[in-house]
C-alpha cells in the first residue's frame, strides 16, 4: 500500500523498544495507530523523513509510545487544533482546518484503550505524539 510513497519519500526508521513492556489495547487499533502517524509524517513534507519509535514504561501502570519525525513540524495552531482533538476525540469535526478523519479515530482508538495522547510540534523541525496506553498487569 505505501509502496509509492516509500520510493520517493526514503523514509527511515529508528526503533528503541522496551521489549519487556506489554500494553492491554486491541491490536487493530494500535495498528490503525501506528499506520496513521507513519503516514501523517510521511505525507507533512517531500524530503526524506526519518521517524524514531520508541516505547518506555513511563510508570507502572502505563507505557509511553512516541513518534518522532523531522517532517517540518506544525504551527501552535494547528497543534493546539489537534490536542482539542485528541481531548474529545468524539466532538471532531473532520476537515476542519487541515484535520483529517485519521487523528480523530487516534483520538478514539486511545482513548477507548484507557490511554491518552499529546502532541508537541516546533514549526520547521518536526512533530512528536506521545501515546500513552495501559501497561499489561503482571508484565
Given amino acids: 500500500m505505501y509502496q509509492a510513497i516509500y520510493a520517493t519519500k526514503k523514509p527511515t526508521f529508528e526503533l528503541l523498544i522496551d521489549a519487556a513492556g506489554q500494553v492491554y489495547m486491541d491490536l487493530d487499533a494500535f495498528d490503525l495507530i501506528v499506520r496513521n502517524l507513519i ?9 526524506p523523513v ?3 519509535i520508541t516505547a ?12 518522532e519525525d523531522n517532517a517540518g513540524g506544525m504551527s501552535s495552531a494547528k497543534m493546539a487544533t489537534i490536542q482539542r482533538v485528541f481531548a474529545q476525540p468524539e466532538r ?6 487541515g484535520l483529517g478523519l485519521g487523528l480523530a479515530m487516534i483520538g478514539r482508538f486511545v482513548k477507548r484503550n484507557g490511554g491518552s495522547i499529546s502532541v508537541e ?10 501515546v500513552m496506553l495501559p501497561a499489561k498487569k503482571g508484565s
Fill in 121 to 130: 510540534s516546533q514549526e520547521g523541525k518536526g512533530t512528536t505524539f506521545r
Fill in 39 to 47: 503516514d501523517n509524517a510521511l505525507k507533512a513534507t517531500d524530503q
Fill in 92 to 97: 471532531a469535526q473532520i476537515s476542519q482546518n
Fill in 56 to 67: 518506555n514504561y513511563s510508570s507502572p501502570e502505563y507505557i509511553e509510545v512516541c513518534f
Fill in 50 to 52: 526519518h521517524i524514531k
